[in-house]
């Protein structure tokens, strides 16, 4: 080791040591060098998790050492984070000659996976269609092009096997300098498996522009959720749950509505609904819910309201609030109030949600009210639900729905989704509507629904008791949404 070599490890030791004692949570450093050979510092951070003035404490801080020549901070907006269609592009802004401080692993860990897939494009060339990440799995799927694999219509296996070799040499050789708890798995296929990827590189990104490839490349997940499961815990708060609500957010909804029951006349309904969410301490939140429109010639209002726990990786656990009221022009008018609890369990793709508790009021049933629903995210932009109810005022219902966010660039919270369900008594019901999501950044429908709003807008919810059986009251079943 030279003497520059030798000076430069130990002024990298000494900053390593400020960071590791400071409290400001950045969650990447990096070292390159001037001309002269001084080290010049970056520190990466979330702005959602550090402030500017920690981090320019960090900076007085790194300076005091007196071995940087100087040192740049860069804080980066969730979306701006989440823009990343590759894991190569999120990286991109993280290559330095050395890495001071990697606060979960998962930025060196991305620069690994990249280099692994240079080295395998560079081996392959042609034979290689695309090489991506799981991140649940920790599995690099390397997919070949299989017209070099097939002669006169027979694969040849032999070369499978020697691909398989090469793809673990290239992989151990790409991660040698990674600490040994980060031992990814690969498959080769000749397919881009069902599973929710991302590319590992640029090259990978498909560009067919095909309805099954548009359907498709929904299930590409977005390159921070890769990076997050490349390290062990979340990128800038290291063995902490996230935020029950990542950030104050809203959403709107136009539906229209269609109903019909034994003893009761077609009726037609409009209403307007939507949702404000407020993150409270850490995993706390508080939702208000509010509705109003047109019911069968009727005007109808209402408003709920949500107090929450959650975990955005495990459930979510609340108490629940909604009154509602519907004047009628040629009968009493009704009211309703409800009071309980909800609760929701997250698999992966799956959502499991349950709710119950007492309802009572004026011109209505009383007594107790539950229900259970389950989610499935086809991808992460589609939901398709079934679920059933039990109350006094309808008895029991089923119901089932889907919901879809098509990623408009220009609309990127816009959503459409529709419902169905049936009832005792013939009673059935249809719903479609619009549905549009604010908040800070752009998320695919599934992160919305766990790091946004809870699912369910309980004054709709309420003004389905606005139907009762064999009466002149009917309104539309709005299923939980």
Same mark, same amino acid.
Request: aromatic share 8%; proline share 4%.
């Given at each position: 080791?030279?003497?520059?070599?030798?000076?430069?490890?130990?002024?990298?030791?000494?900053?390593?040591?400020?960071?590791?004692?400071?409290?400001?949570?950045?969650?990447?450093?990096?070292?390159?060098?001037?001309?002269?050979?001084?080290?010049?510092?970056?520190?990466?951070?979330?702005?959602?998790?550090?402030?500017?003035?920690?981090?320019?404490? #960090?900076?007085?801080?790194?300076?005091?050492?007196?071995?940087?020549?100087?040192?740049?901070?860069?804080?980066?907006?969730?979306?701006?984070?989440?823009?990343?269609?590759? =894991?190569?592009?999120?990286?991109?802004?993280?290559?330095?000659?050395?890495?001071?401080?990697?606060?979960?692993?998962?930025?060196?860990?991305?620069?690994?996976?990249?280099?692994?897939?240079?080295?395998?494009?560079?081996? $392959?060339?042609?034979?290689?269609?695309?090489?991506?990440?799981?991140?649940?799995?920790?599995?690099?799927?390397?997919?070949?092009?299989?017209?070099?694999?097939?002669?006169?219509?027979? $694969?040849?296996?032999?070369?499978?096997?020697?691909?398989?070799?090469?793809? #673990?040499?290239?992989?151990?050789?790409?991660?040698?300098?990674?600490?040994?708890?980060?031992?990814?798995? =690969?498959?080769?296929?000749?397919?881009?498996?069902?599973?929710?990827?991302?590319?590992?590189?640029?090259?990978?990104?498909?560009?067919?522009?095909?309805?099954?490839?548009?359907?498709?490349?929904?299930?590409?997940?977005?390159?921070?959720?890769?990076?997050?499961?490349?390290?062990?815990?979340?990128?800038?708060?290291?063995?902490?749950?996230?935020?029950?609500?990542?950030?104050?957010?809203?959403?709107?909804?136009? =539906?229209?509505?269609?109903?019909?029951?034994?003893?009761?006349?077609?009726?037609?309904?409009? #209403?307007?609904?939507?949702? #404000?969410?407020?993150?409270?301490?850490?995993?706390?939140?508080?939702?208000?819910?509010?509705?109003?429109?047109?019911?069968?010639?009727?005007?109808?209002?209402? =408003?709920?309201?949500?107090?929450?726990?959650?975990?955005?990786?495990?459930?979510?656990?609340?108490?629940?609030?909604?009154?509602?009221?519907?004047?009628?022009?040629?009968?009493?008018?009704?009211?309703?109030?409800?009071?309980?609890?909800?609760?929701?369990?997250?698999?992966?793709?799956?959502?499991?949600?349950?709710?119950?508790?007492?309802?009572?009021?004026?011109?209505?049933?009383?007594?107790?009210?539950?229900?259970?629903?389950?989610?499935?995210?086809?991808?992460?932009?589609?939901? $398709?639900?079934?679920?059933?109810?039990?109350?006094?005022?309808?008895?029991?219902?089923?119901?089932?729905?889907?919901?879809?966010?098509?990623?408009?660039?220009?609309?990127?919270?816009?959503?459409?989704?529709?419902?169905?369900?049936?009832?005792?008594?013939?009673?059935?019901?249809?719903?479609?509507?619009?549905?549009?999501?604010?908040?800070?950044?752009?998320?695919?429908?599934?992160?919305?629904?766990?790091?946004?709003?809870?699912?369910?807008?309980?004054? $709709?919810?309420?003004?389905?008791?606005?139907?009762?059986?064999?009466?002149?009251?009917?309104?539309?079943?709005?299923?939980?949404?």
């Amino acid at each position: 080791m030279d003497k520059t070599t030798d000076q430069l490890s130990t002024a990298a030791s000494r900053m390593e040591a400020t960071l590791r004692n400071s409290s400001t949570r950045a969650f990447y450093v990096g070292s390159d060098r001037t001309k002269s050979g001084k080290p010049v510092i970056t520190v990466h951070g979330a702005r959602s998790v550090v402030s500017r003035a920690e981090m320019n404490a #960090l900076r007085g801080e790194l300076l005091q050492t007196g071995e940087a020549a100087h040192v740049k901070l860069r804080r980066y907006s969730d979306r701006g984070l989440q823009r990343a269609g590759s =894991i190569e592009a999120f990286v991109k802004a993280f290559k330095h000659e050395r890495s001071l401080l990697d606060q979960t692993g998962a930025v060196d860990r991305g620069l690994a996976l990249v280099d692994f897939a240079r080295r395998m494009r560079g081996e $392959l060339g042609e034979k290689l269609a695309g090489i991506y990440w799981n991140s649940r799995w920790r599995t690099a799927y390397v997919v070949l092009a299989h017209k070099h694999f097939i002669r006169d219509g027979m $694969l040849r296996e032999a070369e499978l096997g020697d691909m398989e070799s090469l793809t #673990l040499r290239t992989l151990h050789a790409a991660t040698a300098g990674l600490a040994d708890d980060f031992k990814p798995a =690969i498959r080769l296929s000749f397919e881009i498996p069902a599973v929710p990827l991302v590319a590992i590189d640029a090259r990978s990104m498909r560009s067919s522009r095909s309805i099954f490839s548009m359907l498709r490349s929904n299930m590409m997940m977005p390159a921070l959720g890769a990076m997050i499961g490349l390290g062990s815990a979340g990128m800038a708060a290291a063995d902490e749950p996230a935020p029950a609500v990542s950030g104050i957010n809203g959403k709107i909804a136009i =539906i229209g509505g269609y109903s019909d029951a034994d003893g009761q006349d077609e009726q037609h309904s409009g #209403l307007l609904a939507g949702s #404000l969410t407020i993150p409270g301490d850490t995993q706390f939140g508080v939702q208000v819910d509010g509705a109003i429109g047109r019911d069968g010639g009727s005007d109808v209002a209402g =408003i709920g309201g949500h107090f929450f726990w959650r975990d955005p990786s495990k459930a979510l656990l609340g108490l629940t609030l909604a009154h509602v009221e519907k004047k009628n022009d040629n009968a009493q008018d009704q009211a309703l109030t409800r009071t309980g609890a909800e609760g929701e369990i997250y698999f992966d793709q799956f959502t499991i949600s349950a709710r119950g508790g007492y309802q009572f009021g004026s011109q209505v049933d009383d007594g107790i009210y539950s229900g259970v629903d389950l989610a499935w995210y086809a991808t992460d932009n589609l939901r $398709l639900v079934i679920g059933g109810a039990n109350d006094p005022q309808l008895d029991t219902t089923g119901h089932v729905g889907a919901e879809f966010q098509p990623g408009i660039a220009a609309l990127p919270g816009l959503s459409v989704f529709a419902d169905a369900a049936v009832g005792d008594d013939s009673y059935v019901n249809a719903s479609i509507g619009l549905r549009y999501y604010f908040g800070a950044s752009e998320k695919s429908l599934k992160l919305r629904h766990r790091l946004d709003d809870p699912v369910d807008n309980l004054a $709709l919810q309420g003004l389905t008791n606005f139907t009762p059986k064999k009466t002149d009251y009917t309104a539309p079943y709005i299923p939980p949404s």
